[in-house]
């Protein structure tokens, strides 16, 4: 990918519509390696944008543009005589947000849109614009006349997955060979649709049915999850979410609804010494807390001192006193102290991330698939470090947010034929809704396609 960057112009410079946002966001998304979401959300916090309509097209032009990108990249490679791979990306960045707009978003007059591309262009690549034009508009005329030939699912269903459902071809060709070519389709096709805004409800400080009835008051319109007890999916944006009294007050999370159905799997009780081992930011551990009614102690681990700040503040958002941080690499040797001392452990294990590609569609275009190794021998080592501590009759639950059998199944499977001091727990005690996510092989699997919640995996062992 070219990596030349457009002449720096700060946000304040530059025109602040919705489409120019969306390019900048998109170029530092790709500059920086940041995910949309935190970019997103400070640059609706800084208020750049006034009116929610104007704030809801920005957040869909980063995703939409991030979850599209194969697809429009294909369509731009058809049209463009040059060397796609080295195009300025803020270029590419201005003709994916505006060829997204005409595919994908309705009521956008296309004059609109090609002249403001032209407009940005002009500004930050001078020189361009008659490029950006003429590629543009080539590709609404022939897409008005249904001119694209994309490749048939029946006789190329990687290529056809891959083109018209924006996947990686080398992810689309691992998903065909683990789940046959239908249900690859069908997992790329729920990527790439929005996914529910699900919020955990803080049982520390209110009830459910309470909680609803606030966000209703707020305006909200609310549905209870139908898989975790604790949730609720709001029909609305998380912009609007996040500054409403019920969010300041900490009575709920943002929160997907399969993960939070994790912590229910750990099954902590109050006044039990449990450990979590890849804390991040407290997301998990929180609801640890909740379900244990802030009694006990969690020792919450993590690499990055930053995020055990952020779950400080969280836990004393959510008025959480039971939890302790330490920063520490949990795939090293502990020290004897930590032997055997923890009746539950969680290991929310660093992953790929791929059961996440709604929330997260950046991730699909940065992973590399020979990263893939890097990420089952870091969680095999943590795994590995975790045995020890655990006392015997402890429960370890093993969880990621990936879709791939090196990173779940087969993990657990070489764990397990390394340690048979501990087994698969087949009846762990917990509620129905989660229940039915655990396969006859015992392990807790969701996916965006099935259940409409993020794609999840757990192994609940117990140790012997
Ligand atoms: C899947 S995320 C955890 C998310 C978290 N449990 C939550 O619910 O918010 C994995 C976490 O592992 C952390 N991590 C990565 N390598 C680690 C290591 N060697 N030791 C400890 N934590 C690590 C990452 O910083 C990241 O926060």
Avoid at 158 to 164: F, K, N, V
Avoid at 350 to 370: F, V, Y
Avoid at 443 to 460: K, L, N, Q, Y
Wanted: hydrophobic share 40%.
């Amino acid at each position: 990918m070219a990596t030349s960057s457009p002449p720096t112009r700060s946000l304040a410079e530059m025109k602040p519509s919705p489409r120019s946002l969306a390019v900048d966001l998109l170029d530092r998304i790709d500059r920086t390696g940041a995910f949309a979401e935190p970019l997103l959300d400070a640059c609706l916090g800084g208020h750049v944008l006034r009116s929610a309509p104007d704030r809801h097209l920005l957040t869909s032009l980063v995703y939409g543009a991030l979850r599209m990108r194969g697809h429009l990249d294909w369509i731009i490679q058809q049209l463009y005589k040059g060397n796609f791979a080295s195009m300025q990306d803020g270029i590419k960045n201005i003709l994916r947000t505006a060829l997204y707009q005409f595919l994908f978003l309705e009521r956008i007059p296309v004059f609109a849109l090609v002249n403001e591309a032209v407009e940005l262009t002009k500004q930050r690549y001078p020189g361009r614009e008659n490029l950006v034009n003429a590629l543009l508009r080539n590709a609404v005329r022939r897409a008005e006349n249904n001119d694209f030939s994309y490749p048939d699912f029946r006789k190329d269903p990687e290529g056809h997955i891959a083109i018209l459902h924006s996947h990686p071809p080398w992810l689309v060709r691992r998903w065909i060979k683990i789940y046959g070519p239908e249900r690859a389709l069908s997992l790329c096709r729920a990527n790439n649709q929005v996914p529910p805004v699900a919020v955990r409800v803080n049982t520390l400080k209110t009830t459910r049915p309470t909680l609803k009835g606030l966000l209703e008051e707020e305006g909200f319109s609310v549905t209870e999850s139908p898989f975790s007890p604790d949730g609720l999916l709001i029909t609305g944006s998380s912009d609007a979410l996040r500054s409403s009294a019920a969010s300041r007050q900490g009575l709920f999370i943002l929160q997907d609804e399969a993960s939070q159905l994790i912590a229910r799997l750990a099954a902590p009780e109050g006044g039990e010494e449990i450990l979590d081992l890849c804390c991040g930011t407290g997301v998990k551990t929180t609801h640890l807390a909740a379900r244990m009614k802030n009694t006990g102690r969690i020792l919450a681990v993590d690499l990055y001192p930053a995020k055990l700040e952020a779950l400080d503040r969280l836990s004393a958002k959510m008025g959480i006193s039971i939890v302790n941080t330490l920063q520490a690499d949990a795939s090293k040797e502990w020290g004897e102290a930590f032997r055997e001392k923890f009746d539950r452990i969680l290991v929310d294990a660093p992953c790929s991330g791929l059961g996440t590609l709604r929330r997260n569609p950046e991730i699909k275009w940065r992973l590399m698939p020979q990263e893939l190794p890097s990420y089952s021998r870091l969680q095999g080592h943590i795994m590995e470090r975790a045995t020890a501590l655990l006392h015997r009759g402890g429960r370890l639950v093993y969880s990621t947010c990936t879709m791939l059998p090196e990173e779940n199944e087969l993990l657990i499977g070489k764990f397990l034929s390394r340690h048979d001091e501990f087994s698969i727990n087949r009846s762990p005690g917990i509620s129905v809704p989660a229940s039915t996510r655990i396969g006859e092989d015992g392990f807790f699997r969701t996916a965006p396609d099935t259940s409409g919640m993020d794609g999840f995996f757990a192994a609940i062992l117990v140790k012997h």
